[in-house]
């Protein structure tokens, strides 16, 4: 475990899409990196994205918390036929965290960030080494025949899905019947009690460090 600084403003404007967020760099050198992204109605600044990076930062990850294109464009509202635009983001930020020194590289998103995340892994197998997915929106709330499971079956990257056991978005059992689909590795953590946000004031501590160690077990690197 490791001391964390401060976040830093991050932007690249010559990245393809344009990259914007903030970075989170361990005290000491790190070989491993983590991209970490939001959800439809939201920016890389919440309390979620946030307490994760400082967690992963504190376990010597350097992370790069990015607001996607389109977030980029309009400050409120959610994205509209962005999806495209919204991968080539992913994948830029991913490149730039690479060229600031990480040889391994992961990429997390939360709800529609996270549904981005598996989309361009699934189109793109190798671009990153393994997935961190949070309340991954399985279908809209209270549709469940509306499933977002479409690219699953062609998914090669190891996947850990983090959600609330109250999530409206899909239920435990509906997300373990998902990931049936997936050939590559994958994990459920269910987080008790929690709903699409995860986060709440009663797992605010927990939480975070919790999600930490899974992972690093998962991808095999020291919590």
Sequence with gaps: MTDAPSATPFSDPQA???VR????????????????????GANCQTPLLVALAEAFCQSGFTVLRCDLPFRQLRP???PHNSSAQDQAGLRSAVECLR??????????????????AS???????????????????????????QLR?????????????????????????EMSDALALIPARTQLVPVEGAGH????????????????QAFSSFIGAPA
């Design 16 to 18: 393809d899409p344009p």
């Design 21 to 40: 967020g903030f970075l989170h760099r361990p005290s000491a050198l790190s070989e491993t990196g983590l991209v970490l992204t939001h959800g439809a």
């Design 76 to 78: 409120h509202g959610p």
């Design 99 to 116: 060229r600031l020194g990480p040889t391994r590289v992961f990429l997390g998103g939360h709800s529609y960030g996270g549904r981005q």
């Design 119 to 145: 989309m361009l892994a699934a189109s793109e197998p190798g671009v990153v080494e393994a997935l961190l997915l949070f309340s991954y929106p399985l279908h809209p709330p209270r549709r469940p025949d």
């Design 149 to 173: 499971t479409q690219h699953f079956p062609r998914l090669q990257t190891p996947a850990l899905f983090v959600s609330g056991t109250r999530d409206g978005f899909g239920s435990p059992e």
């Design 197 to 212: 946000e995860l986060l709440n004031p009663r797992n605010r501590t927990a939480l975070p460090a919790n999600i930490v």
